[in-house]
């Protein structure tokens, strides 16, 4: 009582300790609590971790693709063969081409940017193209597919076991890849009737690779309808506003049982390490290389002359206020009438002598 000094003193172990109080912006001469590689990872509170370390949860993230951006993701490596294919098969179309303008016969131009016109499409990282967007996704799932290592699986996942439908599941469902129209025809069915947009698609895919990653299973054709309504059903709660329900899944597959939709939510969680975060450039990663599978796969988003119009379009859809700020009128500065204008009559200037 009145000494200066307590009889419990913390002292600091170290140079790199944090104390409890600089938490909360007491910061007390003579201590560092600057965030070096030494001691960015102690915790400021027993049992709460530092946000650095937050960041990489799970443990195994610097080997996650779908959670370091450092790192390509899985499909650009399922696809390599077929985009050699269709580079060759590009060479052989551009010699036809040749042949065909000697022969005076009109071949079919692709559109390239020049000094005075450049072509571009209203797909950005903010807002991508619905459609050409799912192709691309149906596009990844389907050289997934066709180009896995093993068939690896899950019983929440089969297909037989837990039938989308009252049709009777073929014999050879397991083993006939299904096409890429068949895929794409599959999400946008499920896209269109919950009304999901682009983003969910490119998350969708996020989703489906981390799951392929952490449980260490394979997408086949056994268990690719599950595996990507999964997929489908979180990002849709996560992305969206407005989140769809599961009985609402229901609905659109008549055939489900919302007890089987839970289920199959509640695994596919779990199998995730309930990890279903997607940092803004993981989902920049995911876009672009997207974008570089729809074009190897002569999927060409639609391209128009960049008008002055457009350009402000464009602009309008990377920024939150600029749409606001395209369709406001533009305010008219009112000027003033030879009739309506009061001049101020001019005073005569004084000479102080």
Not at 17 to 35: F, H, M, N, T
Not at 181 to 202: D, G, N, P, W
Not at 203 to 211: A, D, N, Q
Request: negative net charge; contains cysteine; hydrophobic residues 35%.
């Amino acid at each position: 009582m009145g000494n200066k000094h307590s009889c419990c003193v913390y002292t600091s172990p170290s140079k790199t300790s944090r104390k409890p109080q600089d938490v909360y912006g007491y910061d007390e001469p003579g201590i560092d609590v600057s965030l070096t590689p030494n001691n960015r990872s102690a915790t400021s509170l027993p049992g709460v971790p530092h946000i650095s370390d937050r960041e990489n949860y799970p443990e195994d993230s610097k080997e996650d693709p779908t959670s370091d951006p450092s790192l390509r993701p899985l499909f650009p490596s399922r696809s390599q063969s077929e985009i050699s294919k269709n580079h060759k098969n590009r060479r052989k179309s551009h010699y036809d081409n040749r042949v065909l303008q000697i022969q005076n016969v009109t071949p079919v131009l692709r559109k390239y940017s020049s000094c005075s016109t450049i072509f571009i499409d209203d797909s950005t990282v903010s807002q991508p193209n619905l459609k050409n967007t799912i192709k691309a996704v149906a596009f990844a799932i389907y050289f997934h597919i066709r180009n896995r290592e093993s068939n690896r699986t899950l019983e929440i996942f089969d297909e037989k076991l837990h039938p989308l439908s009252r049709d009777q599941v073929p014999e050879d469902y397991d083993r006939r890849d299904p096409e890429h129209k068949h895929i794409y025809r599959f999400v946008r069915t499920l896209f269109s009737a919950a009304q999901l947009t682009a983003e969910c698609a490119i998350v969708t895919l996020v989703y489906l690779e981390r799951l392929l990653h952490y449980a260490e299973i394979d997408i086949m054709p056994a268990n690719w309808k599950r595996i990507v309504l999964g997929a489908i059903l979180l990002a849709s709660k996560v992305w969206d506003d407005q989140a769809v329900w599961n009985v609402d899944y229901c609905q659109i597959l008549k055939d489900i049982a919302v007890e089987d939709m839970n289920d199959l939510e509640r695994q596919y969680l779990e199998m995730l390490q309930f990890n279903i975060n997607v940092g803004s450039s993981v989902y920049a990663k995911y876009y672009f290389d997207l974008r570089a599978l729809a074009d190897a796969n002569d999927l060409s988003f639609p391209l128009e002359p960049l008008s002055k119009d457009r350009a402000l379009k464009l602009e309008a859809m990377s920024n939150e206020d600029g749409v606001e700020r395209i369709n406001q009128k533009p305010t008219l500065i009112r000027s003033n009438s030879l009739d309506g204008m009061t001049v101020n009559p001019r005073l005569s200037v004084a000479i102080i002598s």
